[in-house]
């Protein structure tokens, strides 16, 4: 079965450190992969997907994801923080019913 | 700024309540679908519309009633809900199912709603 696993449930960096949440997956073939991220109150906003071609994955607002066949990984990265990326990230895979299977979250806090 | 608009923002009702969710897309979309995400936790899927049609249901009680009136607009309806109903429910919609897989699955901002 089809499932992504956050291992991080919380993660608190100082602003302009870097960063990397980590995401790990099941999946028996070339997997869709996803990162999406959550501010307070709101709906998820997509910050970058995988489904074939070059490992490393650019997004928006400075992140990007590196596929990693061999330890089954999408972590996400950003060399530099901004205390507006204080939010919750998901990763998610989709399986090949089209159902998007999301992790459990890491809450990001960035302090000053 | 979302191209998803969901109303209410905030709801708040009694057991014996009966009130709507909506959502509204003008992307053209022909797939549409209903999450609910508690607190700290990732959304779960409820239903998903396929032009206009109810494609799953993933055994959500029935005192909960999607309907999809036409290709724009997705209604969840409320009936006899029970306090531990309360969450944010997320629509969201893509191109069509197989749209998905490209990662274009858009998302509102979500009806956060209480049951008292």
């Known amino acids: 079965a089809q499932s992504v696993t956050q291992p991080d449930i919380h993660i608190t960096v100082s602003e302009g450190a870097s960063l990397e949440l980590r995401c790990n997956y099941s999946y028996g073939a070339t997997p869709y992969l996803f990162w999406y991220v959550q501010s307070p109150g709101q709906g998820l906003q997509l910050l970058l997907k995988y489904f074939s071609g070059d490992t490393l994955v650019q997004g928006i607002k400075g992140f990007e994801a590196e596929f990693k066949r061999s330890q089954s990984s999408f972590n996400l990265r950003k060399p530099s923080v901004h205390w507006s990326d204080a939010a919750e990230y998901f990763c998610a895979v989709i399986n090949t019913g089209n159902q998007f299977y999301f992790g459990t979250g890491t809450s990001l806090t960035v302090i000053p | 700024d979302t191209e998803v608009t969901q109303t209410p923002k905030h709801l708040v009702m009694g057991m014996t309540n009966k009130k709507s969710l909506k959502c509204e897309q003008h992307?053209?979309?022909?797939?549409m679908y209903w999450y609910k995400q508690k607190a700290k936790k990732p959304p779960e899927l409820m239903f998903v519309?396929?032009?206009?049609?109810?494609?799953i249901n993933e055994s959500v009680p029935s005192r909960f009633s999607p309907e999809c009136p036409n290709s724009s607009l997705l209604n969840l309806h409320l009936h006899a809900l029970q306090p531990e109903d309360s969450a944010l429910y997320l629509c969201?919609?893509?191109?069509?199912?197989?749209?998905?897989?490209?990662?274009?699955?858009?998302f509102g901002e979500g009806s956060r709603l209480t049951v008292l």
């Open positions: 519309y396929s032009y206009e049609k109810l494609s």
């Open positions: 969201a919609s893509s191109q069509n199912l197989a749209g998905v897989r490209t990662g274009e699955l858009f």
């Open positions: 992307m053209g979309h022909r797939a």
